[in-house]
């Protein structure tokens, strides 16, 4: 919990994510986290290890824009801000109590419980949140709407417009073809 200007105790959430490319699927959880809490800040991890498509500042950029609303919609004050070191680290130095993370599926349930038991045995002060994904949303994932995209497959139903506009010329300029792959 932080304190606002007026000493009332906030309650801070934390929703970190690669966010590579921001998804329907992602900006579903960031809604339905925003009503949970009197302010949620998402970290954009920088996470090189995955190998991002996007630069780290662009994927804020991106985030920031689909969720310049949603603070006025929910009351929740939303920061977006790119991160590069343990979670629970940043939780803490922006005052959060939570981390919320969403489940898709029981693959990302066994992962997400390891991170949370880890996370929990780093700082027992922090808890960790699971939301299921809205069953439209419960298949989509960054890793397959970037392939999708590579394959000239129609992207639309899962990213927002500007993230479509983005990705789009991200992965034409950034793709060579395989003419070993099977399309």
Do not use: W
């Amino acid at each position: 919990m932080t304190e606002s200007a007026q000493g009332k105790m906030l309650r801070t959430g934390v929703y970190p994510g690669t966010f590579d490319p921001v998804t329907n699927g992602h900006l579903d959880v960031i809604t339905r986290a925003a009503r949970m809490f009197d302010r949620l800040v998402i970290g954009v991890a920088a996470n090189i290890g995955k190998n991002p498509v996007f630069p780290l500042e662009e994927r804020v950029d991106l985030v920031r824009a689909e969720t310049v609303t949603l603070g006025e919609k929910t009351g929740t004050t939303i920061e977006v801000v790119p991160f590069s070191s343990l979670l629970i680290d940043f939780a803490r130095q922006h005052g959060a109590s939570i981390i919320v993370r969403g489940l898709r599926a029981v693959s990302d349930f066994d992962y997400e419980v390891q991170m949370a038991g880890t996370n929990y045995r780093l700082a027992p002060d922090i808890e960790t949140v699971f939301l299921m994904a809205s069953e439209r949303h419960q298949f989509i994932s960054s890793r397959f709407v970037k392939e999708i995209a590579r394959l000239g497959g129609d992207i639309s139903t899962f990213v927002p417009p500007l993230t479509l506009q983005r990705t789009l010329a991200r992965v034409r300029t950034s793709s060579v073809p395989d003419p070993e792959r099977p399309v």
